[in-house]
């Protein structure tokens, strides 16, 4: 069964820092764009970064910027975010999934394989 697998999840206080990871199952990404999305009670699944199978390019949307870094490594078949200076308005479950490669990298309708998620909760 093809499924990325996040982890690194948790609790943690406003201004700290988490590092989460998305590792394949069944199949291997590496050939494929990433994203991170992350959807809040009672709110929509929204975008959250992006990387291209090469590394080279990457999309954050403008809340994260400069606060998150999405990464890779292939021969891990992994790739991870980092979030730095969290905040309580990050809280959310996090997905990874794998980009169906058409659509608009940050609709989530334009990815076909989902992980299971991972919360994080910061605390103010």
């Known amino acids: 069964q093809v499924q990325p697998v996040e982890s690194g999840g948790g609790l943690v206080r406003t201004g700290g820092s988490l590092r989460l990871s998305c590792a394949a199952s069944?199949?291997?990404?590496?050939?494929?764009?990433m994203g991170w999305f992350r959807q809040a009670p009672r709110k929509e699944r929204e975008f959250v970064a992006g990387?291209?199978?090469?590394?080279?390019?990457?999309y954050y949307a403008d809340s994260v910027k400069g606060r998150f870094t999405i990464s890779r490594d292939n021969a891990k078949n992994t790739n991870y975010l980092q979030m730095n200076s969290l905040k309580p308005e990050d809280t959310a479950v996090y997905y990874c999934?794998?980009?169906?490669?058409?659509?608009?990298?940050?609709?989530?309708?334009?990815?076909?394989?989902w992980g299971q998620g991972t919360q994080v909760t910061v605390s103010s």
């Open positions: 999934a794998r980009w169906a490669q058409t659509g608009n990298y940050d609709s989530p309708s334009a990815y076909d394989y």
């Open positions: 069944g199949h291997t990404f590496s050939h494929y764009t």
């Open positions: 990387i291209t199978w090469s590394g080279t390019t990457t």
